[in-house]
């Protein structure tokens, strides 16, 4: 068990989100602004450390035809990386839709 750490990467921004200890519920943990990418998984392990993290779910966001875009390749180096520091299991997740599931759901 441990908490799981959702990760929404943005050219700009690295969107957060932590559950809570049983991972039934997350909520949003603000976000950190994107600079090199080693800079970026220092300062993400010390939030995984500090959090008793045990996985890392990081968004995927892979085009319709499930080709791996720009944005679906820096989300793949990103989570290979933070993978290779072994401080928790960390996976992509498809993004595709999820905002339609969202809604349905809200409905």
């Known amino acids: 068990p441990g908490r799981v750490l959702a990760v929404d990467l943005g050219t700009v921004r690295v969107g ?3 559950s809570d200890p049983l991972g039934i519920t997350g909520q949003p943990m603000g976000f950190l602004l994107r600079r090199a990418l080693r800079d970026d998984l220092f300062v993400l392990i010390d939030i995984i450390k500090k ?8 968004g ?10 720009e944005k ?3 989300a793949q180096t990103f989570a290979e990386r933070l993978r290779a520091e072994g401080v928790c299991a960390v996976v992509l997740w498809d993004e595709r ?11």
């Open 16 to 18: 957060l989100a932590l």
């Open 60 to 69: 995927h966001p892979l085009l319709m035809s499930g080709i791996a875009g």
């Open 51 to 58: 959090n008793d993290v045990a996985t890392v779910v990081v």
């Open 72 to 74: 679906a390749q820096d």
């Open 97 to 107: 839709l999820t905002t339609v599931q969202a809604q349905r759901a809200l409905i």
